[in-house]
């Protein structure tokens, strides 16, 4: 079974950065789609950023500047640095994977079969 593991959530004042890591375990396709996702307090679940096999990546409009999703293919491990953090940033982030490389709906959280349990980011 594929199981993903969030880490590096936490609180932090306005202003600050965080670093998540995802960390892949039991993942054997030679393809992937990984994408970082995030639920605000009472609102949808929506994408921030995806990255693949191919080594491409795709972010949400309104993040692209202040965060940054890369890659540790040796540790089976995807990473969302995030800047210049606002108390709007508050969410519950998770990390999906998909066995397709990615494509034009990969900031869809349906497009995803696998998701970690998500990681709290408080920003005060």
């Known amino acids: 079974d594929v199981q993903l593991v969030e880490s590096g959530g936490g609180s932090v004042q306005a202003g600050g950065s965080l670093r998540l890591s995802c960390a892949a375990r039991?993942?054997?396709?030679?393809?992937?789609?990984m994408g970082w996702f995030r639920r605000p307090p009472g609102k949808e679940r929506e994408g921030i950023a995806v990255i693949d096999s191919d080594g491409d990546t795709a972010y949400a409009e309104s993040l692209k500047d202040r965060f940054t999703i890369s890659v540790d293919n040796a540790k089976n491990t995807v990473y969302l640095q995030m800047n210049s953090l606002q108390s709007e940033d508050t969410a519950v982030c998770y990390c999906?994977?998909?066995?397709?490389?990615?494509?034009?709906?990969?900031?869809?959280?349906?497009?995803?079969?696998?998701w970690g349990q998500g990681t709290q980011v408080t920003v005060s």
């Open positions: 999906a994977a998909d066995q397709q490389p990615c494509g034009w709906r990969s900031l869809l959280a349906s497009e995803y079969d696998y």
């Open positions: 039991g993942y054997t396709y030679n393809t992937y789609c």
